[in-house]
């Protein structure tokens, strides 16, 4: 169950707690293929498990008048849950008689109004069951596994972008170095013409000095 599911995190603890063990529930397409699951099950001695034929399944649902207008009042489970189409006998079967409040006090005074008849589970994981029993206490948030899928989402939205943020610096990087090794040939040319400068500068330097000897030379033989 819990892989065809999906919830905002500010009704994943209050969904699980309505969940309970369920959210481990597996679905299979029809009656003979929960009837296949068992018998291998069986044969190979590794457990039991419980299976929800999709189409068995009878969806639940409150008729109750008037819950809107209830104090604390966030919705029916069911219509919190984000599934595939084809899912939703799923989960109106598992959810679609379960109400979402606020909290505790919303609770105990919804249950009195409608006597009992119905599941009442708050956004911190409190719960009022049918016929009146209460159930409570700490709820960890990071625990259940619909939380731990939504953290796996945002972890793989932040890789994502993440990755390509580094594509894009990967890109510049390469743009940077293009640019660098262009400026580098750039200026290794521009020493080989220097060099080669110098080179001419000497020569003609010589030249001058050589000239300057022979001048000196035609000017002391006229003397």
């Not at 580094?166 to 290794?188: H, I, P």
Request: proline share 1%.
């Amino acid at each position: 169950v819990s892989n065809i599911l999906s919830a905002d995190n500010e009704y994943v603890v209050a969904l699980e707690t309505a969940l309970a063990a369920s959210v481990q529930f597996v679905v299979v397409e029809s009656a003979e293929d929960a009837k296949a699951c068992i018998r291998y099950l069986k044969d190979h001695h590794i457990g039991r498990a419980t299976f929800l034929p999709i189409t068995a399944l009878k969806p639940k649902t409150l008729q109750e008048n008037g819950l809107e207008a209830c104090a604390g009042f966030v919705g029916i489970a069911s219509d919190l849950i984000t599934a595939e189409s084809k899912y939703r006998g799923v989960v109106e079967n598992l959810l679609g008689r379960t109400v979402i409040v606020e909290n505790i006090d919303n609770a105990i005074s919804m249950a009195k109004r409608y006597n009992n008849r119905f599941k009442i589970v708050t956004l911190d994981g409190q719960v009022m069951n049918p016929g009146g029993s209460m159930t409570g206490g700490s709820v960890s948030r990071d625990a259940g596994i619909l939380s731990r899928a939504n953290e796996l989402e945002k972890l793989a939205a932040t890789e994502k972008d993440l990755s390509e943020k580094l594509k894009g610096l990967e890109s510049q990087y390469q743009e940077a170095r293009r640019a660098a090794d262009q400026v580098e040939f750039q200026l290794n040319t521009a020493r080989e013409q220097l060099a080669e400068a110098e080179k001419q500068v000497l020569t003609l330097e010589g030249k001058e000095k050589q000239h300057e000897i022979w001048a000196q030379a035609v000017s002391d033989a006229m003397e």
